[in-house]
């Protein structure tokens, strides 16, 4: 890892990128109100939906569940 990014800003820079993968689902749904009918993030609850391993829980108005797990990777390239 390089010595001027630090692991803390990565981390964030990750909550952020899945923050807004978050919000597009949800302007979706403001588009579509009778799209979905429930959404839900960082679902632990296992009454909820699945467990752990799914960032973003979609329930669609048709009975099928959407699940996003988001990944935000940071790389660098050497010249």
Do not use: H
Not at 44 to 68: A, K, T
Request: net charge negative; hydrophobic share 35%; charged share 25%.
């Amino acid at each position: 890892m390089s010595k001027n990014i630090k692991s803390t800003a990565i981390t964030s820079a990750g909550y952020i990128y899945q923050n807004r993968q978050g919000l597009k689902v949800m302007c979706d749904w403001l588009d579509a109100p009778t799209r979905y009918k429930s959404v839900k993030f960082e679902c632990d609850n296992e009454n909820e939906g699945p467990q752990g391993l799914d960032d973003i829980v979609i329930e669609r108005s048709d009975g099928l569940v959407d699940l996003q797990q988001v990944k935000f990777t940071l790389f660098s390239c050497c010249l």
